[in-house]
């Protein structure tokens, strides 16, 4: 059974460029989550779709970020003009519906930006 | 403010000897507490979780942990550590929204 798949697993991008992270949750799962880790940090929420709908962005640190999920499977998050401080990993999980449900998460994106 | 706050940033242990990671948090809701794994340039992985039924809950690889309301806490437990034990241990909840609520994590050193 697969789990949730992100890519691309490393990413590098110069200061000012526009980058884009992808995400396919695992099938069946309606709840998708994007979070935000800093080194030695714990995961920092982002952003939240239920199906296709973004629920909730209240995480995302900037109109720079933005994310998608348009047929309610795979999200894309898209980062714009980026900057230093965007250097982390992004981790996307995915679970059912209800708030009990524990979610299931990637192995992340580090992004590095020069 | 809601928080989930992990108290000690570094542990380390023997093999063989009691693990001990220590989670409260505070919530104006009854919380969904959950424990996860992270091992090196992985995702994080579940441990075990709290979602109101029995206080005392039993994870995978041997952990558990008990949800004490007096105290606000809720500590991660293994009898015996093993050197694959190693890793970092992040405490987390869910409030009225879905989303998980973090602490800053413990890195478990296991030592021989």
């Known amino acids: 059974g697969a789990g949730v798949s992100q890519s691309p697993r490393y990413k590098v991008a110069k200061r000012g460029q526009d980058v884009a992270l992808r995400c396919d949750p695992i099938s069946g799962h309606v709840s998708l989550f994007w979070y935000q880790q800093a080194l030695g940090q714990g995961p920092e929420f982002l952003t939240y779709?239920?199906?296709?709908?973004?629920?909730?962005k209240s995480g995302l640190p900037s109109d720079r970020f933005f994310a998608e999920r348009p047929e309610g499977s795979v999200s894309t998050l898209k980062i714009q003009r980026t900057q230093q401080e965007d250097s982390a990993v992004y981790l996307c999980?995915?679970?059912?519906?209800?708030?009990?449900?524990?979610?299931?998460f990637g192995d992340g994106t580090r992004l590095s930006i020069l | 403010a809601q928080s989930v706050t992990q108290l000690g940033s570094h542990v380390s242990v023997s093999e063989g000897a009691l693990v001990l990671l220590r989670c409260n948090y505070s919530s104006s809701v009854p919380p969904y507490l959950f424990w996860y794994v992270q091992y090196p340039n992985q995702g994080l992985q579940l441990l075990l979780k709290?979602?109101?039924?029995?206080?005392l809950v039993k994870g995978i690889n041997g952990f558990e942990a008990e949800f004490k309301k007096s105290e606000t806490s809720f500590h991660l437990t293994k009898p015996s550590a093993h050197m694959s034990d190693a890793a970092e241990y992040f405490c987390a909840k869910t409030g009225t929204a879905s989303k998980l609520t973090f602490g800053t994590g413990t890195r478990l050193q296991v030592t021989l």
């Open positions: 999980a995915s679970s059912l519906v209800y708030r009990d449900q524990p979610q299931h």
């Open positions: 709290y979602t109101s039924a029995a206080t």
């Open positions: 779709f239920q199906n296709e709908a973004q629920l909730d």
